[in-house]
């Protein structure tokens, strides 16, 4: 989750970026994912990038969402990404949004 807001009629906007197994020729600003950080978050140790480009937005909760733990059914987090990380995601999105060509694509 990158950022929520509130709309118009109240609901909880939630944006998302995607994360690819596929290298992105595409995006400049992609961020690779280190093994360690995807260890600690519990994901495949296949490389992985996150697009910039692209954010995904659905209302909260979102009718496809799946809890993270068989074990409880209310935990939906896979963990925090180190600050600068989060910090290049957060420049490639801004970086394709003064370029317009951050892409937003409803997951309704």
């Given amino acids: 989750m990158v950022m929520t807001m509130t709309d118009e009629d109240g609901d909880r906007r939630v944006y ?7 290298p992105p020729d595409d ?10 950080v995807k260890q600690r978050l519990g994901l495949d140790d296949q490389p992985s990038w996150i697009v910039t480009r ?3 937005w ?8 799946r809890p993270v733990r068989r074990d409880r059914s209310d935990v939906f987090a ?9 910090e290049a995601v957060r420049s490639g999105i801004g970086r394709h949004r003064r370029d317009r060509t951050l892409k937003l694509t409803p997951r309704l």
Wanted: net charge negative; no cysteine.
């Fill in 16 to 22: 998302v970026v995607p994360i690819t197994h596929t």
């Fill in 27 to 36: 995006d400049p600003h992609a961020v690779a994912l280190p093994l360690k």
């Fill in 54 to 56: 692209e954010l995904n």
């Fill in 58 to 65: 659905f209302v909260w909760p979102g009718y496809d969402l």
């Fill in 78 to 86: 896979w963990g925090m990404l180190p600050v600068e990380i989060f």
